[in-house]
């Protein structure tokens, strides 16, 4: 079965970090883009970043641009996102994601816009309190 683990969720404080970790079991990262929403309470989904492992390349949302940082290490068979100056607008349950290996910020954006997922973790709260 394949399946996503997040982890690293927690309360902050405004201009704190948290960093997410997404580890996989029954399948490796090597075929699959891999990719975080999150969603509030009331708000839709949202699409945060996503990374290809097929060349490295890397899509941000603009809301979290220049603050957060996604990368991969197929070796632990696990991606990370690295949240720093975190912002109460931030709050929100993270799900890490897995779909087809596309490549290049275009097609990445593409694919987090679409929702071509097929594989979705259970989630990890992020609090970002003033």
């Known amino acids: 079965e394949m399946q996503l683990v997040e982890s690293g969720g927690g309360l902050v404080q405004t201009g704190g970090s948290l960093r997410l970790s997404c580890s996989a079991s029954?399948?490796?990262?090597?075929?699959?883009?891999i990719g975080w929403f999150r969603q509030a309470p009331g708000k839709e989904r949202e699409g945060v970043s996503c990374?290809?492992?097929?060349?490295?390349?890397?899509y941000y949302a603009d809301s979290v641009k220049g603050r957060f940082t996604i990368s991969s290490d197929n070796a632990k068979n696990t991606v990370y996102l690295q949240m720093n100056s975190l912002k109460p607008e931030d709050s929100a349950v993270y799900y890490c994601?897995?779909?087809?290996?596309?490549?290049?910020?275009?097609?990445?954006?593409?694919?987090?816009?679409?929702?071509?997922?097929?594989?979705w973790g259970q989630g990890t709260l992020v609090s970002v309190s003033l």
């Open positions: 029954g399948f490796t990262f090597d075929d699959h883009a």
């Open positions: 990374i290809s492992s097929s060349d490295g390349s890397t």
């Open positions: 994601v897995a779909g087809p290996n596309y490549s290049g910020t275009y097609h990445l954006k593409e694919l987090l816009n679409l929702g071509y997922f097929d594989v």
